[in-house]
């Protein structure tokens, strides 16, 4: 689907020369893998090759010596451990994407390398003076959850959230997907002939609907011949991208019930720390001024609905496509070398659906929550963010309603707080208390054979990419893959 909305020219100008770029915080999708039918999932040559030249996209807006809008503050060409934080869950497909887009943020710097020994001899790095950029691995928030986040159930920003489990399960329950699966089952069966090698007839249907997608996406890239791919029409791939986004995005965000969207919360928590952090000047472990992080996709949908993108157009709720990316840029017009008041800064939110550094396709910027100007004032953003953002393991296992493993210093410390109680309730109200008979249901779900869920911060791909950047005043946003 493409999207028709008509935003202010300022979205796409270049940016204003007296404007000043104090920090930036870049969310990122993995690029091209193989299919999650199939694990392990691993990313392919065309992922490496995605999410490379995105890093080369965004070393020469941020960071090269003539960068379109640099970073203050920010090394040209040799990269400060201090000045970068980059982190991606210790799996294979993310991690290495982000290994990957460093290289292209930071190429190999040649005779830069080079050092003169005692002995009066010159020694020049390897591999052309190859750059070691440090990517830090994190776990995922459970630690009964795998490492290997590409092939884990769906809930990898959330793993182990017991609230955020049970909201997406009711999912599942609603007459939403209960018609939607019954009104797709007959057009899922037809698939038999395309995707029989992997589904069974009892597989072929709804549940399954957006690792049907992926099989079908990755198969159209790389396979030369597809099983019946004559019933592979226009019609039926956009039907296939359409279900999956449903599914999807019904998994990630909800709403009336906000705790489903806890990926987008917690990013949001990372995105908010960072930038204060470096608008407070704290260089000693403020990861300040350029942060990188890289996830699935679905903490862009659940980040979407949280920050009201979705009212900009429904095409925010699609999958977004390999190797997509958002950036926060805090900006000032102040012309102060030093720390600058709160007041004189902004934040501008870019959102790249595919690889950025692709023809035709560089970020775009968006309003944020519901607004019309695409610069937010700081004290909005942070107001704004503050709503939703957790930023810290107790509000995480409070939210979640969690009590054992991380959570349970918390759980034992705030059974006569009411307010920690009642904060600890989803928007469907569970609540703490209930939280180990959830946790334990959920278990038993899991074991009895849930597949439906699937990975909410997997793969997304887009639709129509190359309008995003080529119509100044037009979004064009539409449905992608999950990790």
């Known amino acids: 689907m493409a999207l028709k909305l008509t935003l202010m020219a300022l979205a796409s100008l270049p940016l204003a020369q007296s404007e000043t770029v104090?920090?930036?915080?870049i969310f990122h999708r993995h690029g091209d893998?193989?299919?999650?039918?199939?694990?392990?999932?691993?990313?392919t040559s065309l992922g490496a090759e995605e999410v490379f030249l995105s890093g080369s996209y965004y070393r020469n807006r941020y960071v090269a010596s003539d960068a379109s809008s640099p970073v203050r503050g920010l090394s040209h060409d040799i990269a400060v451990q201090s000045q970068v934080s980059v982190t991606a869950p210790d799996d294979a497909v993310l991690h290495n994407s982000a290994q990957v887009f460093v290289q292209g943020l930071y190429p190999p710097v040649g005779r830069l390398s080079a050092q003169q020994l005692a002995n009066g001899t010159s020694v020049e790095a390897p591999l052309?003076?190859?750059?070691?950029?440090?990517?830090k691995a994190v776990a995922a928030a459970s630690s009964s959850t795998r490492a290997d986040a590409e092939n884990n159930e769906w809930l990898q920003g959330?793993?182990?959230?017991?609230?955020?489990?049970?909201?997406?399960n009711n999912y599942f329950a609603s007459p939403e997907y209960q018609q939607t699966y019954a009104d797709s089952k007959g057009f899922y069966q037809s698939l038999l002939p395309v995707i029989g090698g992997?589904?069974?007839?009892?597989?072929?249907?709804?549940?399954?609907g957006y690792t049907i997608f992926d099989l079908i996406n990755v198969a159209r890239i790389h396979n030369k011949t597809i099983p019946s791919s004559d019933l592979l029409t226009p019609e039926t791939v956009a039907e296939i991208q359409n279900l999956a986004n449903i599914h999807e995005w019904n998994l990630a965000f909800n709403e009336i019930d906000p705790i489903r969207a806890i990926a987008g919360s917690v990013l949001a928590g990372q995105i908010l720390q960072q930038l204060q952090s470096t608008l407070d000047g704290k260089s000693s472990g403020a990861k300040s001024p350029l942060g990188?992080?890289?996830?699935?996709y679905a903490s862009f949908s659940s980040f979407f609905g949280l920050a009201q993108l979705p009212k900009l157009s429904t095409d925010f709720t699609g999958i977004v496509d390999y190797a997509s990316s958002m950036a926060f840029e805090l900006v000032t017009n102040a012309s102060s070398s030093s720390l600058v008041a709160k007041d004189d800064v902004s934040v501008r939110f870019l959102f790249s659906n595919g690889t950025a550094g692709a023809a035709g396709n560089a970020p775009v910027a968006y309003p944020l929550f519901g607004r019309a100007e695409v610069l937010t004032p700081w004290s909005v953003f942070a107001d704004e963010m503050g709503k939703f953002a957790i930023g810290d393991t107790k509000s995480w296992c409070t939210a979640c309603g969690n009590s054992t493993g991380q959570c349970a210093p918390f759980a034992s410390s705030s059974g006569g707080d009411s307010?920690?109680?009642?904060?600890?309730?989803?928007?469907s109200g569970i609540s703490t208390a209930v939280a180990g008979v959830i946790g334990t249901l959920v278990t038993l779900v899991v074991i009895l054979g849930i597949e439906g869920l699937v990975y909410a911060l997997a793969g997304l791909r887009l639709v129509k990419k190359s309008s995003l950047a080529a119509q100044a005043t037009k979004v064009e946003v539409s449905g992608a893959s999950k990790a």
């Open 158 to 168: 959330g793993s182990g959230c017991g609230n955020a489990m049970v909201s997406s």
């Open 198 to 208: 992997t589904f069974d007839a009892d597989k072929a249907n709804f549940k399954n």
């Open 33 to 43: 893998r193989t299919p999650k039918s199939h694990p392990p999932a691993n990313l």
């Open 22 to 25: 104090l920090g930036v915080y």
């Open 419 to 427: 307010s920690a109680n009642s904060a600890s309730k989803s928007g």
């Open 292 to 296: 990188i992080q890289f996830g699935a």
């Open 128 to 135: 052309g003076g190859y750059q070691y950029v440090p990517v």
